[in-house]
C-alpha cells in the first residue's frame, strides 16, 4: 500500500500540473469577471502549438526545443484567449456562448492544421521533458520521496507561478483592482479603475496559462498532440470551482483530481486495484466532482459580477 | 465671484423626457445646499453630470470661476467632487480600508501599504467624528456604517464638493442624527456639501440655501432661515400640500390575520423573532414600530413566505397558510410593498408594464389561454401609472431601470395597491417618495382602511406611524414589548417602548 502510494505520486503530481497551471489561468479570467468556458480549447491550442513546435526544432536545439515550445503555447494561447476579450469584454457577448465558441475554433483549427501537417493529424515529439531527482531534498525521509523525487522542471515552474500568483492577487494594486472587477466593476469604475482594460489583461493571462498547460501535458504525459483536449480543460474549470476561486484550494482541488485519476489510469495494472471494476475507478473523479459541486455550491465564494458583461451607462 | 459651483443652462434629455430644462445652479463656498424637488424633477440627473456620468446636451459648468468639462467620473474626482450614491459602490467582500484606497492605493516595494493606508483613514475618520473600523469587512457593517465608508472614499480622494443623493433614505433616525452631525463637521473643516433629501425637516434642520425643481426646471432658491417647510412644500409641488391627515374614526371588524406564537431564524446577525402573537382586523391600520433589525424583516418575511417559520401559525381568513406557497398566499387577498425595492420589488431590466403583472400575469385578464394579452396589460399600466402618479419618459414601456428612485417606488406601491388586497403589508410605503407622493400615498393607505380592509404598516419613520396607525404594536429584540392605541399614546412612551422598555415601567 505504502510503495503504491510512493508509486503513485509523481505520476499524480506530473498529472496535477497541468490542471493546476490552466485552473490557475481560470481564475485570473473569473476573478476579474469574465467566465472562461474556454480553457479546454485554449488548452488545446497550447497543446497544438507546443507539439509543432518541438517536433520541428527538437532535432536542431535539443535541449532547449521543449522550453521553446512552452513558451510558443504560451503566446499563442494568449493571443487566442484576445478573442474571447475581444467578444465579452469589447462585445459585451455572453461570456459562456463565446467560451464554447473558442472550444469550437480551438478543436477545429488544430485538427485542420495537424492534418494538413502530419496527414494523421497526430503530432508527435520525439523526446519529452525529462525527470529529475532532487539532490538532497530527496533524502528527506518519506517527503522527499513523495515530492522530490522523479521531478518535472515544469512542475517547479508551475508552483512558482502558484505563489507569484497568489502574491499578485493578494498584495498587489494590480490584484486588488482585479479583484474589484469581478466583484463591482461600478465600484471598481468610480474609483478610476479602467474595467475593461483589466478584464482584458485577465483573459489574455488566462490564455497563457491555459496554453501553458496544455503543452505541459505533452512534454510531461502524452507526447503527442492528437486532437483533444480530453476534457482536461473543463477538469480545470471544476478544479475552480471546486476551489472556490482561491489559489490554495484550487491547488487542492487540482490535486484531487490529479490523483484520482491517476488511480483510474493504472488500476489495471495494480493487483490490488484491478478487482474494482474499471468502471468505478473510471467516473470516480467526475463522480465526486459533481457531489463536490452540488454540495459546494450553497456556499459559494464565486465573485458576485461573474458572467455580466460591464455596461457604464447602467445606473 | 464667489460661487465654488455653476452650472449655467443645463440641459438634459432622455427619450420621451427633458429631465433638466435649461437649469442654472449655484452652490457657494461653505455652505449645505439642499436640491428639493418632485420624484423625477431631475435632480439625480444634474448632480450626475455634475459628478460627470451623464453629459449634459447643452449648458457649462463652472468651478471656482473656471469653465470646467467633467467628461467622466475621473475627472471630477480631479477636480475635487465626491458622490455618495443612493446605491453605493462597495465591494461587498473587501475592507473598508481595501475599498476607500481602491484605485489610488499606496504600495511599498510592490505590494500594498494596508498598514499606513489604515492609519491615513482612521485618522481621517477621527478627524471627522465618523467612527469607522478600517479593517471591519463591508459585508459585516451596517447600511450607515457602508455611507461613512463612502463619505471616506471622497475624503481620502481630497473632495472639498460632496454630494449626497437622498442619503437618509436608508437610514434609521438615529443614524440621521449622526450622519447631520457629520456634516457639519465637514462643513467646519471647509467643505461645500450638495444635499438632496425629499425630507423637509431635514432642510429646515441642516441646509443654509435650498434650491427648488420641478419638472426639470429651476423654480427658485430660498435662504432656508427665511422660509418654511410649507412654503419649501408648495414652491416643490405648485400647490398647498397638506400635512394634516384627514383621518375619520376606524370601524375595526372581524379579525383577518392572526399571528400566533411565531418564531423565525434571523439572519445576518439580526435577532430573528420569538415567540410573536399579533392580530390585525379588518378596517384597521396596525403600525409595527421598533428599531431596525429587531424582527421586522423576520416578521414581513414569514407573512408572506419568503422566509421559513420554526414554529408557530400565520392564520390568514380563518386558515393557517404558513405552509402556503406565495402565490397562494397573494391569491388569499395578501399584498407587500417590500422594504427594499431593487431587490424584491422590481425587476429593473423589465418595461414597467411587465413590472406591474408580476404577480398576475397568469391570470384572466392578463393573459388568455396561455398567451400574454398585451393589449391588457398595457392598458392596466396607463391606469396604474396615472392613478399613481408614476412619470417615466417612456410611460408604460419605459424599462423599470431608467425610472427616478422615488417614481419606482411609486410604481410598485401602484401594483400592490391593485386589485384591491384584503391585507396590505406595507414596510416603508413612502421610501424615497416627494411630500406630494406622500400625502397621495397616506390618503389611499387610509382610504383601503376605510373599505374594511386590513393594513400592516411597518416603518422606521415614527411620524408615519403615529399619523396612520390605529393600533401599533412594538418590536424589540424579536419580542412584542406592547400593543397600545394610536389614540392613547405618543412619540415619547413609542420611543421608550422601543427601547424595550414595557408600558406604564417608566412614567
Ligand atoms: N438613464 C435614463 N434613461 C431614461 N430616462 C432617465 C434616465 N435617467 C433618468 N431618466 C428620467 O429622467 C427623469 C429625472 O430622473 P432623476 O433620477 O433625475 O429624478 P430625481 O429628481 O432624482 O427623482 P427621485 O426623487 O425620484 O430620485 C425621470 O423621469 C427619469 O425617468
Ligand atoms: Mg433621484
Known amino acids: 500500500m505504502v510503495d503504491l502510494i510512493y508509486q503513485l505520486f509523481p505520476y499524480a503530481i506530473a498529472f496535477t500540473v497541468p490542471l493546476l497551471i490552466t485552473s490557475l489561468g481560470g481564475l485570473y479570467s473569473e476573478r476579474s469577471g469574465v467566465i472562461n468556458i474556454g480553457l479546454e480549447g485554449l488548452m488545446l491550442m497550447g497543446m497544438f502549438v507546443g507539439a509543432l513546435i518541438i517536433s520541428r526544432t527538437e532535432s536542431i536545439y535539443p535541449g532547449t526545443a521543449i522550453w521553446i515550445g512552452l513558451l510558443a503555447a504560451m503566446l499563442f494561447g494568449a493571443v487566442f484567449a484576445l478573442l474571447h476579450a475581444f467578444a465579452c469584454v469589447t462585445l459585451n457577448a455572453n461570456q459562456v456562448i463565446s467560451g464554447i465558441a473558442i472550444n469550437m475554433i480551438a478543436a477545429a483549427v488544430t485538427v485542420y492544421l495537424a492534418r494538413l501537417i502530419s496527414g494523421s493529424g497526430n503530432i508527435q515529439i520525439i523526446r519529452g521533458l525529462s525527470r529529475q531527482t532532487i539532490p538532497i531534498l530527496s533524502d528527506i525521509p518519506i517527503l522527499g520521496r513523495l515530492l522530490f523525487t522523479q521531478t518535472y522542471a515544469t512542475t517547479w515552474f508551475v508552483l512558482l507561478i502558484l505563489v507569484v500568483a497568489t502574491f499578485l492577487l493578494y498584495k498587489t494594486r494590480f490584484g486588488l483592482r482585479l479583484r474589484a472587477c469581478g466583484e463591482h466593476p461600478h465600484a471598481a469604475d468610480s474609483a478610476g479603475v479602467n474595467v ?66 491517476t488511480v483510474a489510469n493504472v488500476s489495471q495494472v495494480v493487483p490490488m486495484l484491478a478487482q474494482i471494476p474499471g468502471i468505478y475507478l473510471k467516473t470516480f473523479p467526475y463522480v465526486v466532482t459533481l457531489a463536490a459541486l452540488v454540495l459546494s455550491s450553497k456556499y459559494s465564494l464565486a465573485p458576485k459580477a461573474i458572467g455580466e458583461p460591464y455596461d457604464k451607462g447602467k445606473r | 465671484m464667489d460661487y465654488v459651483v455653476e452650472m449655467r443652462n443645463i440641459r438634459k434629455s432622455f427619450p420621451g423626457i427633458i429631465a433638466c430644462d435649461n437649469i442654472d445652479f449655484q452652490v457657494k463656498k461653505g455652505e449645505i445646499h439642499a436640491l428639493l424637488g418632485e420624484n423625477g424633477a431631475g435632480k439625480s440627473t444634474l448632480m450626475n453630470i455634475l459628478f460627470g456620468l451623464y453629459q449634459p446636451d447643452a449648458g457649462s459648468i463652472y468651478l471656482r470661476g473656471k469653465k470646467v468639462n467633467i467628461v467622466n467620473p475621473n475627472v471630477a474626482n480631479e477636480l475635487g467632487i465626491g458622490m455618495v450614491h443612493q446605491h453605493f459602490k462597495l465591494v461587498h467582500n473587501f475592507t473598508v ?171 445576518g446577525g439580526a435577532k430573528g423573532l420569538k415567540n ?94 396561455g398567451l400574454l394579452n398585451w393589449d391588457y396589460i398595457y392598458d392596466h399600466a396607463e391606469r396604474v401609472i396615472k392613478d399613481f402618479d408614476v412619470r417615466a419618459g417612456e410611460g408604460a414601456e419605459a424599462s423599470a431601470r431608467s425610472l427616478s428612485g422615488g417614481n419606482q417606488q411609486k410604481a410598485i406601491v401602484g401594483r400592490e395597491f391593485d386589485g384591491n388586497p384584503d391585507l396590505l403589508i406595507a414596510v416603508q410605503p413612502t421610501r424615497g417618495l416627494d411630500v406630494g407622493a406622500i400625502e397621495y400615498i397616506h390618503k389611499r393607505l387610509l382610504e383601503q382602511r376605510d373599505q374594511g380592509k386590513a393594513v400592516l404598516l411597518v416603518s422606521l419613520e415614527l411620524d408615519e406611524i403615529l399619523d396612520l396607525s390605529d393600533r401599533i404594536a412594538v418590536i424589540f429584540n424579536g419580542e412584542l414589548v406592547g400593543l397600545v392605541n394610536a389614540a392613547e399614546t405618543d412619540e415619547n412612551e413609542i420611543g421608550l417602548m422601543m427601547a424595550g422598555g414595557k408600558r406604564g415601567a417608566t412614567a
Open chain 2, 97 to 267: 480600508t481595501e475599498n476607500i484606497i481602491l484605485g489610488l492605493e499606496p504600495t511599498r516595494a510592490l505590494m500594498i501599504d494596508t498598514r499606513s493606508a489604515s492609519a491615513q483613514i482612521k485618522e481621517l475618520s477621527q478627524k471627522y467624528g465618523l467612527n469607522v473600523d478600517p479593517d471591519a469587512k463591508i459585508s459585516d457593517v451596517s447600511v450607515g456604517m457602508q455611507q461613512r465608508v463612502e463619505i471616506l472614499k471622497m475624503l481620502y480622494r481630497d473632495a472639498e464638493i460632496l454630494i449626497f443623493d437622498e442619503p437618509t433614505a436608508v437610514l434609521t433616525p438615529q443614524e440621521v442624527r449622526e450622519l447631520m452631525k457629520i456634516m457639519r463637521n465637514l462643513i467646519d473643516e471647509g467643505k461645500t456639501i450638495i444635499l438632496i433629501t425629499h425630507k423637509l425637516r431635514e432642510i429646515m434642520a441642516i441646509a443654509d440655501r435650498s434650491t427648488v425643481i420641478r419638472w426639470g426646471k429651476v423654480v427658485g432658491t430660498v435662504n432656508v432661515a427665511d422660509t418654511t417647510e410649507e412654503k419649501l412644500a408648495e414652491m416643490m409641488v405648485g400647490r398647498k400640500v397638506l400635512f394634516e391627515l384627514n383621518k375619520k374614526e376606524a370601524h375595526p371588524k372581524e379579525e383577518i390575520l392572526r399571528i400566533e406564537k411565531l418564531s423565525v431564524a434571523g439572519s
Open chain 1, 196 to 261: 475593461y482594460r483589466m478584464r482584458y489583461m485577465a483573459v489574455i493571462i488566462s490564455g497563457a496559462c491555459a496554453g501553458l498547460g496544455g503543452a505541459t501535458f505533452i512534454v510531461t504525459i502524452s507526447g503527442e498532440f492528437n486532437g483533444t483536449a480530453a476534457g482536461l480543460g473543463f477538469l480545470a474549470l471544476a478544479a475552480l470551482i471546486f476551489g472556490q476561486w482561491k489559489p490554495w484550494g484550487i491547488l487542492g482541488a487540482a490535486f484531487f483530481f490529479g490523483f484520482a485519476s
Open chain 2, 276 to 369: 410573536f402573537s399579533l392580530g390585525v382586523r379588518c378596517g384597521e391600520i396596525v403600525g409595527l414600530a421598533g428599531v431596525d433589525g429587531n424582527g421586522q424583516a423576520e416578521l414581513v418575511g414569514a407573512i408572506i413566505g419568503l422566509r421559513k417559520i420554526l414554529s408557530g401559525k400565520i392564520i390568514l381568513h380563518d386558515r393557517d397558510v404558513s405552509t402556503l406557497s406565495i402565490r397562494e398566499r397573494i391569491s388569499t387577498g395578501m399584498a407587500h410593498i417590500p422594504e427594499d425595492r431593487h431587490k424584491h420589488g422590481l425587476i429593473l431590466d423589465y418595461s414597467v408594464q411587465e413590472n406591474l403583472v408580476l404577480k398576475n400575469y397568469y391570470l384572466e385578464p392578463f393573459s388568455h389561454k
